[in-house]
């Protein structure tokens, strides 16, 4: 499969000479969706819009092609895994087993036990309400995920970066994270050149999405709050 992974211009430029990503590792203050690996989008357009949302966060004003450019990059990955070392998410009958698994440990958190044990020893002490992650790396860390799966894919709502779906009518926009565990199955990494009419496509496909984030004007992105 195909993977982009958006990142700023500097790291970007490491990764592709190393020729290695650096897996990303949860802590209490940053837990990682789907736990510690390198991520992915499957859809080079979520990189983008990962990219806007970052720049936005140094208070930029406005969004540029050449400014994206200049602090930004997508890079673009081949991914390989056989299916059966994949944990696939968006399979119902895994993502439902997931659910029974993770109920199951916060019950038996209430009365102690490894899973209470080790969320407190790793800093996570509210057991009661923790995201996916911190247990998908208790269940690849401590209950051997590790030696089976080799990533894991899930689908987030494409709409605001949270579980679920976004649903117009019949249609629905979602958005596929690949988390690799294992560096082996990255198979290449190059840079993704994004010209202007790239840039023109993706800013209006963001500020539809985002209409009281961001509006596109004359060629940049105006960041509205």
């Known amino acids: 499969m195909t993977g982009y992974h958006g990142t700023t211009f500097d790291k970007a430029e490491i990764i592709v000479e190393d020729n290695e990503f650096k897996p990303s590792v949860s802590n209490p203050q940053r837990i ?75 019950s038996r958190a209430k009365s102690g036990g490894e899973f209470y044990k ?39 709502d494409g709409l605001n970066g949270a579980a679920g779906k976004v649903n117009y009518g019949a249609c629905r926009v979602n958005q596929v994270q690949i988390c690799v565990k294992r560096n082996e199955c990255i198979d290449s990494i190059k840079a993704v050149f994004i010209n202007e009419n790239d840039f023109d496509r993706k800013s209006r496909a963001l500020c539809s999405m985002h209409n009281r984030k961001y509006k596109y004007i004359e060629g940049e992105i105006v960041i509205l709050h």
């Not at 990189?47 to 930004?72: C, M, P, V, Y």
């Not at 673009?76 to 440990?105: C, H, M, W």
């Not at 969320?119 to 209950?143: A, T």
């Open 32 to 106: 990682h969706w789907l736990g510690d690996g390198v991520y992915f989008f499957q859809e080079e357009f979520f990189s983008f819009w990962w990219g806007a949302n970052e720049l936005k966060r140094l208070g930029l004003q406005s969004i540029t092609h050449d400014l994206f450019k200049e602090r930004w990059s997508i890079l673009e990955s081949q991914i390989s895994a056989d299916g059966e070392r994949v944990f696939n998410l968006q399979d119902p009958i895994t993502f439902y087993e997931f659910k029974a698994i993770q109920s199951d440990l916060i």
């Open 118 to 156: 080790w969320i407190r020893e790793n800093g996570f002490h509210n057991w009661k309400q923790f995201p996916d992650g911190v247990l998908l790396n208790f269940l690849f860390n401590e209950c051997g995920f590790k030696d089976d799966f080799d990533m894991i894919v899930a689908d987030f």
